[in-house]
């Protein structure tokens, strides 16, 4: 091979997805913007939050990346009250989708009350089941009312970033019974050419054990359909198979899902008309 692979520069790092933003369809690019919600009780301590991420204008989606509720404070209404501010702020945002993550001894029936239905499932070596999960907001979904709202006594507000690190300490100390704490193998790598010019990079990550991600990849135009796309691929599955991983997780959209499926990604999971005009899928490979 005509091309020596390096380690990734920030600086290139940051390259590659300003280029992927440009192949993408032009009515798929967004601004991103990261929110967080917490709910203090009388004294100020933070009982309860969320951090999520809006994908504005055409993407028109928000992510749900963490929701916790102190355990004290549980079933009292309080989730629900953020599920709905979460909800509030996307449809304000011009949003129409809110997509989150959960696992199967986390809170999958409690979303799936407030209307959210699953769209990918994945079974973790630890035996657990993690879930995808999707409400479209311009569809009629009855809103669920809890039995118990005694937490309404309490107000949702916006937080800052170290609201943020409560809430993600918070999720930690409930999940590390269920979970174990993986070490991360970062993967951040380029082909540069004799010249030392960079012809394509990659951004992946291996949790050692459980699974590799790949987070971003991209090849100059030039030259595309010459394998190095599929080279970093192979680089990175190695990578996970030395690690202990026995499966490689990818995201890609309507516009280039045949490269992944060429190399032997499958569906996991869809999402129609997500962003409005295209289709987003979910792909795995075991390796």
């Not at 992927?20 to 009388?42: G, H, S, T, Y």
């Not at 004290?72 to 599920?83: D, E, L, P």
């Amino acid at each position: 091979m005509e091309y020596i692979i390096e380690d990734l520069t920030k600086e290139e790092a940051v390259y590659i997805g300003e280029k992927i933003n440009e192949i993408v369809p032009r009515e798929v690019d967004a601004d991103e913007e990261q929110f967080v919600l917490k709910v203090e009780d009388e004294n100020g301590e933070i009982i309860g939050g969320c951090i999520a991420e809006a994908y504005e204008y055409h993407w028109s989606r928000v992510l749900l990346e963490e929701l916790w509720v102190d355990e004290r404070y549980r079933h009292q209404g309080i989730g629900s009250m953020i599920i709905r501010e979460v909800e509030r702020i996307a449809r304000e945002k011009g949003c129409r989708v809110v997509t989150l993550g959960t696992a199967s001894y986390m809170a999958r029936p409690f979303y799936e009350k407030h209307g959210y239905t699953v769209f990918t499932t994945q079974k973790k070596p630890n035996g657990y089941i993690s879930y995808s999960l999707v409400k479209y907001l311009d569809k009629d979904t009855p809103e669920y009312v809890p039995a118990d709202n005694s937490g309404a006594r309490f107000k949702v507000a916006l937080g800052d970033d170290d609201d943020a690190e409560v809430i993600e300490n918070g999720i930690d100390a409930y999940s590390e019974a269920y979970e174990p704490e993986y070490e991360r193998v970062d993967y951040y790598k380029k082909l540069v050419d004799k010249d030392d010019k960079f012809a394509a990079g990659v951004i992946a990550d291996v949790d050692k054990g459980s699974y590799g991600f790949v987070h971003a990849l991209f090849v100059e135009e030039p030259l595309r359909r010459q394998g190095l796309g599929t080279y970093l691929m192979r680089e990175v599955e190695k990578l996970a198979r030395e690690n202990g991983a026995s499966m490689i997780l990818t995201t890609a959209g309507d516009w280039n899902v045949g490269f992944f499926k060429k190399n032997g990604y499958l569906l996991r999971g869809e999402l129609k008309d997500v962003p409005k005009g295209h289709d987003c899928y979910e792909l795995y490979k075991m390796i």
